[in-house]
């Protein structure tokens, strides 16, 4: 049964909407189809067949003026065919530099998991492991932060070996 759901769903165009929904709390047809570069009509079409195989709700909007929005958001259903988790990368850096990576990291826009996160109660004795647990990024996303994060890796190993000699 959930098989032929993800089949059914992993047509692009559906895997768009659906994944453009699942990081906002519901958008309009017009703001999915300009989100993702389709056309009203075809978002609209889109949204009903979902609606119909229990994947999306709606609901109203209030609007300043005029007729309420009609939004559509996901249903627990959809919900459920997402990950509630994602792959976890451990990434291993010269030994008394981890937590300096994670700082660096945060400054820059990197929110990553702290340091130490992969031994018992936070303590990594070594200071040298980092665990990467990226929620549902875009590839984009992913590619942006790797860099930022290679960056950090790099400064914090450059400090630490200009500050032992």
């Not at 089949?7 to 047809?29: C, D, F, M, P, Y």
């Not at 209030?62 to 509630?84: C, E, I, N, S, V």
Request: proline share 5%; charged share 25%.
């Amino acid at each position: 049964m959930k098989q032929r759901l993800i089949q059914s769903v992993a047509r692009s165009a559906r895997l768009k909407i659906l994944n453009e929904l699942k990081r906002t709390q519901g958008l309009a047809v017009a703001d999915l189809g300009e989100r993702l570069g389709m056309s009203y009509m075809g978002v609209k079409d889109l949204c009903v067949e979902m609606e119909k195989r229990g994947l999306l709700d709606t609901w109203r909007e209030a609007a300043p003026r005029g007729r309420p929005k009609m939004l559509y958001r996901l249903t627990q259903r959809a919900h459920d065919l997402f990950p509630t988790t994602s792959n976890i990368i451990t990434l291993d850096v010269l030994d008394g530099c981890a937590k300096q990576v994670v700082k660096l990291a945060k400054e820059a826009g990197v929110e990553l998991t702290p340091a130490g996160a992969t031994h018992p109660h936070g303590n990594d004795p070594r200071d040298s492991t980092i665990r990467i647990a990226p929620t549902f990024p875009e590839p984009t996303e992913i590619a942006q932060a790797a860099e930022g994060v290679v960056v950090c890796v790099l400064l914090a190993a450059l400090e630490k070996l200009l500050t032992a000699k």
